[in-house]
């Protein structure tokens, strides 16, 4: 009989439940996206109830899409958008204010009202203190509805973020994984437990917490799901932890790029956790029950298809994002000039809000082509000078680069990419590599898979780009990049 893995994909736009198959291929897909609330300015909210409406009907799509019969479910894998902050009744099951969206800048100034001191709280959570960790979000939501803080402090509310809602919804079972307990500034990142001094300082009530697992643990069994009555949930992953599990890194040195709007980077750093000294945060990459946890590094890049949208929207030079590589490809080299998107201020690793971007080396040969060929150049080098300070930070050697996202359909960049960082770069088959992952990490869970080197084996790279650029070219690109962001700051 065939054996099947659910993966329940619950992103910031939309809610996805792919089914997988014994070999990592995917056999069915059902997607729904949900409304973006904007109660004002800078903030975001999420409906849970709507969330958890559109999982239950996004699971019924899969299963019809892929015409299997549920009972041959074996295993249930959930991963999430991070940091998005749910409170509910645990007595009701209903949410006292909408889920507190992670990009919600509200909390922005309460952390540092706190009197908090970055430099400790780095190390002792690996996050820095601003508007993206829940546990700043749960005390907005116990200060400012009513009643809910006297109603936490008795025991009566309960705290968690999406993965642990829809485990609620799905199983009864209030418990979250170590990787999206990372994200919280509660957890302390050496004991994998909620830190007791922490939760006082951002006035979290103990019992509000979720039960902190493993990545791949036992989570409960579902209970309130007729289709998958009975069926374990065996892996939890945030977001980009899921995709470091889909790209198959699972050693130090291996690093995973998503090149979307943004670019999000991830490091494995082994068993070892690592204080950046260069604004990177440290993170649990994943856990399986029973062993150590695995570390990464994680850096992101505010503008990468961004620069991208804006020579097309703002500039006009191509009609559609494809464009950019056909014209870049009409000129051997940049001619001189180089783009700095720092359009709001320069982020990891250099960290200058008030940086702003600038075109340099302009002469009368320039053309949009080369400014294609900069824009490139520029997505390449961002990701340079993160993984080199994530390099510094760790000691890790880097290893390999694997890439995911939307502008990884762009092959100039990534044969760029490979040049500039000297490491091959790796796409795989299935780009999709959130879903893909926790859904090798339940199979893992559940047995399907015996090993993580059977995991990997399904994460094969479909094509592999090598450093070909020689030496010396790299080093006056790097060093023309360099004299670009001097200008900028
Ligand atoms: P997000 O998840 O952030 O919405 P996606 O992963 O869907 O992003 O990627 C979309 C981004 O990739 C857009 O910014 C777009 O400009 C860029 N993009 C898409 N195709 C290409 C391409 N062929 N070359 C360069 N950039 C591209």
């Not at 500039?315 to 490809?329: C, D, H, S, T």
């Not at 201020?345 to 340099?360: E, K, N, S, Y």
Request: charge should be negative; hydrophobic fraction near 45%; aromatic fraction near 6%.
């Amino acid at each position: 009989m065939p054996k099947f893995v659910l993966a329940i994909d619950q992103g910031t736009t939309s809610t996805r439940s792919i089914i997988y198959d014994e070999q990592g291929a995917r056999v069915g897909i059902g997607q729904r996206e949900h409304r973006q609330i904007f109660p004002e300015q800078g903030w975001v909210e999420h409906d849970p109830n709507e969330i958890w409406d559109n999982t239950r009907l996004v699971i019924a799509t899969a299963i019809a899409d892929a015409d299997v019969d549920p009972s041959t479910i074996r295993a249930i894998g959930i991963t999430n958008q991070r940091e998005t902050t749910v409170v509910w009744d645990k007595r009701t099951g209903e949410p006292v204010y909408n889920a507190i969206v992670w990009q919600d800048t509200r909390t922005a100034g309460a952390a540092g009202a706190l009197g908090l001191d970055q430099a400790a709280w780095l190390e002792r959570t690996g996050l820095l203190i601003n508007s993206y960790p829940a546990g700043p979000k749960i005390a907005w939501i116990l200060d400012h509805v009513d009643g809910a803080r006297e109603r936490a402090e008795h025991g009566e509310l309960a705290f968690g973020t999406i993965d642990a809602w829809l485990l609620f919804k799905l199983t009864g079972q209030h418990r979250t994984d170590v990787t999206n307990a990372s994200r919280t500034l509660l957890m302390n990142l050496d004991t994998l437990e909620w830190d007791p001094e922490l939760c006082e300082k951002l006035r979290v009530p103990a019992s509000m917490l979720p039960e902190i697992c493993s990545s791949v643990d036992d989570f409960g069994t579902v209970t309130h799901h007729g289709l998958l009555e009975g069926i374990p949930v065996t892996a939890v992953l945030g977001d980009q932890q899921a995709a470091m599990f889909g790209q198959g890194c699972f050693s130090p040195g291996q690093a995973k790029c998503t090149y979307g709007t943004g670019l999000f980077l991830l490091l494995n750093t082994g068993s070892q956790k690592v204080t950046s000294a260069n604004g990177m945060l440290s993170t649990v990459c994943y856990r399986i029950r029973g062993e150590k946890p695995v570390y990464a590094l994680e850096g992101s890049v505010a503008v990468g298809g961004a620069l991208i949208q804006w020579l097309r929207d703002n500039l006009g030079i191509i009609r559609i994002a494809p464009e950019v590589e056909r014209l870049a490809q009409t000129v051997p080299d940049n001619g001189g000039v180089t783009i700095v998107p720092a359009f709001s201020g320069l982020f990891a690793p250099r960290w200058v809000p008030d940086a702003r971007g600038i075109i340099t080396g302009l002469t009368r040969f320039a053309t949009k082509a080369h400014l294609a060929r900069a824009a490139l150049e520029a997505t390449a080098m961002q990701v340079r000078e993160v993984t080199d300070a994530m390099v510094a930070d760790s000691g890790v050697e880097l290893e390999v680069l694997r890439v995911d996202g939307g502008m990884v359909a762009n092959e100039l960049l990534m044969q760029l990419q490979a040049d500039v960082l000297g490491v091959d770069v790796l796409r795989p088959v299935d780009i999709e590599t959130t879903a893909s992952g926790v859904a090798y990490a339940a199979g893992l869970g559940a047995g399907l898979w015996e090993t993580l080197e059977v995991v990997a084996s399904h994460a094969e790279a479909a094509k592999t780009w090598a450093p070909a650029m020689d030496a010396a070219k790299v080093a006056s690109l790097v060093a023309q990049w360099n004299e670009a962001v001097a200008r900028s700051l």
